[in-house]
């Protein structure tokens, strides 16, 4: 018996199918577009929160809001995930990462009341 191993000498090349990746879809938005919406999207209040304002009368005029919207998004941009927004009248819980407003109550309810996971205050003047 032969343990020698005999080179093939009429073998074929194998056929070399080439692989394609499937295509990626093309993005519709640049980056740039999506940071900028990101950046201007609009100030929501939670049920929770709304519920808060209406039980406790804390009315908040549209220009204060305004102002609210802007200056959580300047806390967004240094990092602030959770803020407390001091208001003459009211204290607001808020989430700068959703762009949200958690809860509310008046500055003397506040006052007895320990704020937790906050990473920022944003201090609202008149």
């Known amino acids: 018996m032969n343990h020698k191993i005999n080179p093939l000498h009429h073998q074929q090349p194998l056929p070399m199918h080439s692989v394609q990746k499937p295509k990626q879809a093309e993005p519709t938005k640049s980056f740039q577009s999506f940071l900028q919406d990101a950046a201007t999207t609009e100030l929501k209040v939670s049920k929770h929160a709304q519920k ?10 549209a220009d204060k809001w305004n102002m609210i919207e802007d200056r959580m998004m300047e806390a967004k ?6 803020s407390a927004i001091i208001l003459d009248d009211a204290v607001l819980v808020a989430s700068t990462k ?19 996971n906050i990473n920022g205050t944003i201090l609202m003047q008149e």
């Open 77 to 82: 941009q240094k990092g602030v995930t959770d």
């Open 52 to 61: 808060r304002l209406d039980e406790r009368n804390i009315e908040i005029p």
């Open 98 to 116: 959703n762009n949200t407003i958690i809860t509310a109550m008046n500055r003397e309810e506040a006052s007895n009341q320990l704020l937790t």
